[in-house]
């Protein structure tokens, strides 16, 4: 059933440069004194904080981010620190509370609703693109067995996440991404993203074959 309530806590914030997505793995290397002391605070309470994609050229921080879960910490003897953790909710920032170490703001966790009948249809139609983009890629470069090595998920919303998170090169596409609400809503624009991948690969490997004769 579809998430009505409405979720709002208090979030420790990581600015970062990038975009995490819900169920997404994410290593960090914790050098910063701020973050060490996030990170040290965190861990006593339910060990969850905020990642919040920061635009590297005008600073600006988005208002919608991935609460991140930590799972494993491993400490250096200088007091920087490895961790792993993972995507949960996604959030809405409303306001900061507090900057001084680290940023402490009030979110909304925003709810994730089911997949829609529609978002089957599409997401049949994102994998064969997808497919495509996998042949092609094989023909421009045969060594390259990444993604086809990889099994796509069958669910819609793990699919819808999948994508940007693993083929999208630009963190402003994926950030508009993580800010749709719709699973349908975010495969068709990953439809888009792949079909139009599709044809520009399909041109590049007709230049390549008409060299190659």
């Given amino acids: ?23 997404h793995f ?17 861990l006593q309470s339910d060990k969850c904080f905020g990642i919040l994609r920061i635009d ?38 409303l306001k900061v509370v507090s900057e001084a170490p680290y940023i402490i703001a009030e979110v909304r966790l925003l709810p994730e609703f089911e997949s829609e009948p529609q978002a089957v249809l599409v997401a049949d139609e994102v994998k064969q693109s997808l497919q495509e983009v996998f042949r092609l890629s094989g023909k421009l470069n045969p060594q390259n067995r990444l993604f086809q090595l990889q099994v796509l998920p069958e669910d819609p919303e793990k699919l819808a996440f999948y994508i940007p998170a693993t083929l999208y090169a630009s963190t402003e596409d994926q950030q508009k991404i ?13 439809l888009e993203f792949c079909s139009t991948a599709v044809k520009y690969m399909a041109a590049v490997v007709s230049l390549k074959d008409a060299f190659d004769k």
Wanted: glycine fraction near 6%; proline fraction near 8%; charge should be negative.
């Fill in 26 to 42: 994410v290593p960090l290397h914790i050098f910063e004194y701020k973050y060490r002391a996030m990170i040290s605070d965190v």
């Fill in 178 to 190: 993580l800010e749709m609400n719709s699973v349908t809503e975010r495969l068709q624009s990953e």
């Fill in 1 to 23: 059933m579809s998430e009505t309530i409405q979720i709002v806590r208090t979030l420790p914030i990581f600015p970062l440069p990038i975009v995490i997505f819900p169920g």
């Fill in 56 to 93: 590297p050229k005008t600073g600006r921080l988005a208002t919608t981010g991935c609460m991140i879960e930590i799972l494993e910490v491993d400490p250096l003897e200088d007091g920087r620190m490895n961790i792993e953790g993972i995507g949960r909710k996604r959030y809405e920032l």
